[in-house]
């Protein structure tokens, strides 16, 4: 069993920065692919970066793409999610995930392990 907990949402003006953290128990993640998923009351869960085991690839929602970094740090258990140039339009319940599967993967059906979620408030 894996638990993941996010961390370091909180609130931004627009064009500032964020990291989120989500650091993993229970068992090593390191042969697990880790995403990033972002939410917005009413709206579906939707996918916003992953990274693969090793750290070596990485995938981008086309949304986020040259704004948002996704890293890992496999000694400490811990995925990260660097935000810059933070718009109103990302403001949502961000949370990390973990998937036996390919780091290709966008549905939120192919990750076996969720946190609980950050909230992230970017003003205007």
């Known amino acids: 069993q894996v638990q993941l907990v996010e961390s370091g949402g909180g609130l931004v003006q627009a064009g500032g920065s964020l990291r989120l953290s989500c650091a993993a128990s229970g068992r090593t993640v390191s042969s697990y692919a880790m995403g990033w998923f972002r939410q917005t009351p009413g709206k579906e869960r939707e996918f916003v970066a992953a990274?693969?085991?090793?750290?070596?690839?990485?995938y981008y929602a086309d949304s986020v793409k040259g704004r948002f970094t996704i890293s890992r740090d496999n000694a400490k258990n811990t995925v990260y999610l660097q935000m810059n140039s933070l718009k109103p339009e990302d403001t949502a319940v961000y949370y990390c995930?973990?998937?036996?599967?390919?780091?290709?993967?966008?549905?939120?059906?192919?990750?076996?392990?969720w946190g609980q979620g950050t909230q992230v408030t970017v003003s205007s």
């Open positions: 995930a973990a998937t036996v599967g390919s780091w290709r993967y966008v549905a939120t059906n192919a990750y076996h392990y």
């Open positions: 990274v693969s085991w090793s750290g070596g690839s990485t």
